[in-house]
């Protein structure tokens, strides 16, 4: 293993230090490292509060700020940051208008936010869910959440810029949620520093099709195929899951893992938005990057999300974020 680290147990902290320090414009660093918030809170504002397991980067801290997210939890890597985190941002971001937990279908995830929830008042949440690859999986009951929580949060971030009210954000997630699908495929393994060496082993010809976030198992081990027919493959089941609703405008977001160029996700952009134009499907906004990652694992994901005018709006609004930023 080669990474960039002094400890094994120091690298969330030192990252995180190093994180603040470089958004020190936008960004405050919380107590004993347990959230991310943003340094300047707006009064009578719903907060916006999200988390997990580090290793994913830039998500979640990555997106606090301006239009977005008003406090991120991380965990450990590829664990649940606890319950008392959650709390503790909670109090520090709640300007009295209540706040709204967006928490990805992991079980530590949806049981630490849920039990921070139940010790605070005026919380509600939305349960991101959007991965078809797989029905339940190591760490879920029921679909994972996955890259299109990168979608709810940047559009139920900007509505409450606008000052919407908590209930009416609530169910504006939970719509831009039904209305996401997504899907991924790894080249090659991610390695947790703690573990010293890749959490799979897969070989140089192979493909993990439908790979989870963490490196969980997806629907098969396969050999290694063009990059349009996996994109191919990817949008079939993106498409089948979402049935009728698959006609009109969209946003397509490809979304690196961590160790894949962007030479090679505009390639794999391309492939998609050519297959989905040809089923119905227009794309009115896209996305490409590496934003929802698995530390250094090659390969990427393939995010579709079916919009109205009302979306799209809330999609182009201004955003001020450390990995996101437009219109301002």
Same mark, same amino acid.
């Given at each position: 293993?080669?990474?960039?680290?002094?400890?094994?147990?120091?690298?969330?902290?030192?990252?995180?230090?190093?994180?603040?320090?470089?958004?020190?414009?936008?960004?405050?660093? *919380?107590?004993?490292?347990?959230?991310?918030?943003?340094?300047?809170?707006?009064?009578?504002?719903?907060?916006?509060?999200?988390?997990?397991?580090? *290793?994913?980067?830039?998500?979640?801290?990555?997106?606090?700020?301006?239009?977005?997210?008003?406090?991120?939890?991380?965990?450990?890597?590829?664990?649940?940051?606890?319950?008392?985190?959650?709390?503790? $941002?909670?109090?520090?971001?709640?300007?009295?208008?209540?706040?709204?937990?967006?928490?990805?279908? !992991?079980?530590?995830?949806?049981?630490?936010?849920?039990?921070?929830?139940?010790?605070?008042?005026?919380?509600?949440?939305?349960?991101?869910?959007?991965?078809?690859?797989?029905?339940?999986?190591? !760490?879920?009951?029921?679909?994972?959440?996955?890259?299109?929580?990168?979608?709810?949060?940047?559009?139920?971030?900007?509505?409450?810029?606008?000052?919407?009210?908590?209930?009416?954000?609530?169910?504006?997630?939970?719509?831009?949620?039904?209305?996401?699908?997504?899907? @991924?495929?790894?080249?090659?393994?991610?390695?947790?520093?703690?573990? @010293?060496?890749?959490?799979?082993?897969?070989?140089?010809?192979?493909?993990?099709?439908?790979?989870?976030?963490?490196?969980?198992?997806?629907?098969?081990?396969?050999?290694?195929?063009?990059?349009?027919?996996?994109?191919?493959?990817?949008?079939?089941?993106?498409? *089948?899951?979402?049935?009728?609703?698959?006609?009109?405008?969209?946003?397509?977001?490809?979304?690196?893992?961590? *160790?894949?160029?962007?030479?090679?996700? !505009?390639?794999?952009?391309?492939?998609?938005?050519?297959?989905?134009?040809?089923?119905?499907?227009?794309?009115?906004?896209?996305?490409?990057?590496? !934003?929802?990652?698995?530390?250094?694992?090659?390969?990427?994901?393939?995010?579709?999300?079916?919009?109205?005018?009302?979306?799209?709006?809330?999609?182009?609004?201004?955003?001020?974020? $450390?990995?996101?930023?437009?219109?301002?």
């Amino acid at each position: 293993m080669k990474k960039f680290m002094n400890a094994v147990d120091t690298v969330l902290t030192e990252s995180l230090d190093g994180f603040v320090a470089a958004h020190a414009d936008i960004l405050a660093l *919380g107590d004993e490292h347990k959230f991310v918030r943003r340094r300047t809170l707006r009064p009578g504002k719903v907060a916006l509060i999200s988390g997990g397991g580090s *290793g994913h980067e830039p998500l979640h801290a990555g997106f606090v700020g301006h239009g977005m997210l008003d406090a991120a939890c991380p965990g450990q890597v590829f664990t649940s940051p606890t319950p008392d985190q959650m709390l503790a $941002a909670t109090q520090a971001v709640d300007s009295g208008a209540g706040c709204l937990f967006i928490v990805k279908n !992991y079980e530590g995830d949806v049981m630490n936010f849920d039990m921070a929830a139940e010790m605070s008042d005026g919380v509600l949440r939305v349960v991101t869910n959007d991965d078809v690859a797989v029905e339940n999986s190591s !760490y879920t009951t029921g679909r994972r959440g996955v890259a299109g929580t990168l979608v709810v949060e940047k559009i139920v971030g900007a509505a409450a810029e606008h000052g919407l009210a908590l209930p009416v954000l609530k169910a504006l997630g939970e719509r831009v949620n039904a209305a996401t699908r997504s899907m @991924g495929v790894a080249l090659t393994s991610g390695t947790v520093p703690a573990a @010293g060496k890749p959490t799979f082993d897969i070989g140089d010809g192979e493909m993990e099709f439908g790979v989870g976030i963490h490196g969980e198992p997806g629907r098969r081990r396969d050999t290694l195929k063009s990059a349009d027919a996996i994109a191919e493959e990817i949008c079939a089941s993106i498409l *089948g899951d979402l049935g009728d609703k698959a006609k009109g405008p969209a946003l397509l977001f490809v979304n690196g893992f961590g *160790g894949t160029p962007l030479m090679e996700l !505009y390639l794999m952009y391309n492939s998609a938005r050519r297959i989905l134009e040809k089923r119905g499907v227009t794309i009115v906004r896209s996305l490409v990057g590496s !934003y929802v990652t698995s530390l250094d694992m090659a390969g990427c994901s393939i995010t579709l999300t079916m919009l109205d005018d009302e979306m799209t709006g809330w999609w182009d609004a201004p955003v001020h974020t $450390a990995a996101l930023r437009w219109g301002m």
